[in-house]
């Protein structure tokens, strides 16, 4: 039976960067409590799903990724008991702690499209998905294939992680159906001028193709002078794999469903928070997300107890960008209430969301709770930038794994206060 100053629950990027910064303060006070062999960076597998990077860039050893001078455990948690501040693990071992950071993302729900795993897990069949890092590497082989009759992407009726992809991988399919694509280093790109013989289509259950306005415009746009027939509030409930038929219901009220043929099925499956928090409804809200102040990020009943990135219960747009800027805000307040002073930080709701729209461009949307966009760069980021494919393809990885999983990227907020002094007002 263990102890610590600091329990960190899962060693993706929340919790790596969260156990980072407080082992660096309290060393080895820290505990993980992480099952995975491996760490991902996640955002990668949209580029890996295009074929622009490998799926070896995306992937680290757990054990080189959290940090030395903190407690691993390769366990999963199986249950929380907040009142003695305690956690029960799958080997049986309980910790306990004096700070609890819960950091456990995600789950996909997969098994709630019928059809769905059987052919994800079929070479041979077009469905595919940049969202298991089991099933991310089939989905450039599937798109490259694809020559003819429709294919279809698809945004669940759920909250998912990074909103953005399920239509990035669309823009970028798109792209290379036309073949307008430069050459990588990494990899090469057949001749493909299919594009006339594809139909493509974005089905999403959203209302919106986007939540911020001003992104949403711009990328109604892309679709329009690319072609890509849109569907609002139209949701995939089940795959028939034997026809290569999606089945559809709308959103609207009429809840009408329609089936469409693919051959290209691409699946953003739905996602929910992690059954064992479901499971300890005093942490949770009434979906089960973790129950957190959207400002200070500590949970709304257990004082010692703090939520960062996709499983807590704050209305941001769940990414890794949201995260860095998480991370400073619950730093200072845990170090704050720790010395006895008020917390002073407030998470102003800032995420961000690099919009690939084909081989050499990107959209970087920016925005806060209000859904107010809070732009980075001394330009207007509704446009596409080769700049800013750069940053997402290149940069934003490097900085993932040298500085954010040390506990040393706290979000671009530095560059945006300077960069605000020269930014033209926009009208
Ligand atoms: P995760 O990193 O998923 O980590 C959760 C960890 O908790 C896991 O390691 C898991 O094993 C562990 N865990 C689960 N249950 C338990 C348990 N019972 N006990 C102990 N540990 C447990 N973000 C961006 O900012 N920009 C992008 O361009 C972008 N693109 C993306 C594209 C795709 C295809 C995907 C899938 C994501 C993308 N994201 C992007 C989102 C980003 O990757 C996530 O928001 C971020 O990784 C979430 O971090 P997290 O720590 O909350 O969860
Ligand atoms: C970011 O900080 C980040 O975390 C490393 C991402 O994750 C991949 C992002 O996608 C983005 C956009 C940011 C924000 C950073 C800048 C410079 C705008």
Redesign the pocket.
């Known amino acids: 039976h263990h102890s610590c100053k600091v329990l960190v629950?899962?060693?993706?990027?929340?919790?790596c960067s969260m156990a980072a910064k407080f082992a660096d303060k309290f060393k080895d006070q820290v505990i993980i409590?992480?099952?995975?062999e491996l760490?991902y960076y996640?955002?990668m597998?949209?580029l890996i799903g295009g074929g622009i990077r490998s799926f070896e860039a995306s992937k680290k050893l757990m054990k080189d990724t959290l940090p030395k001078n903190a407690k691993w455990f390769q366990?999963?948690?199986?249950s929380f008991e907040p009142p003695q501040n305690q956690v029960t693990m799958s080997n049986g071992d309980t910790v306990q702690y004096e700070i609890m950071i819960i950091?456990?993302?995600?789950q996909l729900y997969w098994e709630k499209i019928p059809g769905l795993i059987e052919c994800l897990k079929d070479n041979m069949s077009g469905v595919c998905s940049?969202?298991g890092s089991d099933t991310v590497i089939n989905v450039f082989p599937k798109i490259a294939r694809t020559k003819s009759g429709t294919a279809i992407f698809t945004f669940p009726n759920s909250p998912v992680?990074?909103p953005?992809?399920p239509q990035k991988i669309a823009y970028i399919a798109e792209d290379y159906f036309r073949n307008i694509h430069i050459l990588y280093p990494c990899q090469f790109f057949p001749k493909q001028k299919v594009r006339n013989n594809v139909k493509v289509v974005y089905n999403t259950a959203l209302p919106v193709i986007f939540g911020v306005k001003k992104y949403a415009d711009a990328l109604w746009d892309v679709c329009k002078r690319r072609n890509i027939t849109v569907n609002v509030q139209t949701n995939l409930i089940k795959i028939d794999p034997a026809k290569e038929e999606a089945v559809f219901q709308k959103l609207d009220g009429s809840n009408e469903t329609f089936v469409e043929k693919y051959s290209l099925l691409h699946v953003c499956p739905p996602m929910g928070p992690?059954d064992?928090l479901k499971k300890h409804p005093s942490l949770t809200n009434e979906v089960g997300f973790l129950s957190v102040d959207p400002k200070t990020l500590r949970h709304t009943k257990y004082s010692n107890i703090y939520g960062?990135?996709?499983?807590i219960s704050a209305p941001n747009s769940?990414?890794?960008?949201?995260?860095a800027a998480q991370g400073k805000v619950l730093y200072k307040n845990i170090m704050d209430d720790l010395a006895g002073k008020p917390m002073t930080m407030a998470y102003n709701g800032y995420s961000?969301?690099?919009l690939v729209t084909g081989y050499r461009k990107c959209i970087l949307a920016e925005f806060d709770y209000n859904l107010k966009p809070l732009e980075t760069f001394p330009v207007n980021q509704g446009r596409e930038y080769f700049f800013t494919f750069i940053l997402?393809t290149y940069v934003?990885p490097l900085l993932y794994w040298t500085l954010m999983t040390r506990g040393k990227w706290d979000g671009p907020e530095f560059f945006r206060k300077y960069s605000s002094m020269i930014k033209k007002k926009e009208i």
């Open positions: 629950v899962g060693g993706g990027t929340g919790g409590v992480e099952p995975n760490h996640q955002p597998f949209t366990e999963n948690v199986m950091a456990m993302g995600l940049i969202y992680k990074c953005g992809a992690p064992v960062i990135g996709d499983c769940k990414t890794m960008a949201a995260i961000s969301c690099p997402k934003f």
